[in-house]
């Protein structure tokens, strides 16, 4: 059984920048795609980017420029760097890694950008 840990929310003003990291345990295989999404109060849950085993990145709109995905594969880690954060940035952030044909949830982080 494969678990994703995440670390990293937490309160930032707008402006800020704060880092998430998301670890996967569990597997000695690495995982092929990780990726981030987030889902604010009352709304759905969106794509926010994902990056390859070769390092292929993909962003959305709204935080391309201001987020950066990265990973380190012998680790099964991936971490997001978030810069210039917006209050509508708030949302709980979830981890997703997917080996073969199985796909992996973290519980998701808290991120609060509020002055």
């Known amino acids: 059984q494969v678990q994703l840990v995440e670390s990293g929310g937490g309160l930032v003003q707008p402006g800020g920048s704060l880092t998430l990291s998301c670890a996967a345990h569990g597997s000695a295989s690495s995982m092929n795609v990780m990726a981030w999404y987030r889902q604010a109060p009352g709304k759905q849950r969106e794509f926010v980017a994902v990056i390859g085993s070769g390092g292929f990145t993909t962003y959305a709109s709204s935080v391309k420029g201001r987020f950066a995905i990265s990973r380190d594969n012998a680790k099964n880690t991936v971490h997001l760097q978030m810069n210039s954060l917006k209050p509508e940035d708030t949302a709980v952030y979830y981890c997703?890694?997917?080996?073969?044909?199985?796909?992996?949830w973290g519980q998701g982080t808290q991120v609060t950008v509020d002055s």
């Open positions: 997703n890694a997917v080996h073969g044909t199985l796909a992996y």
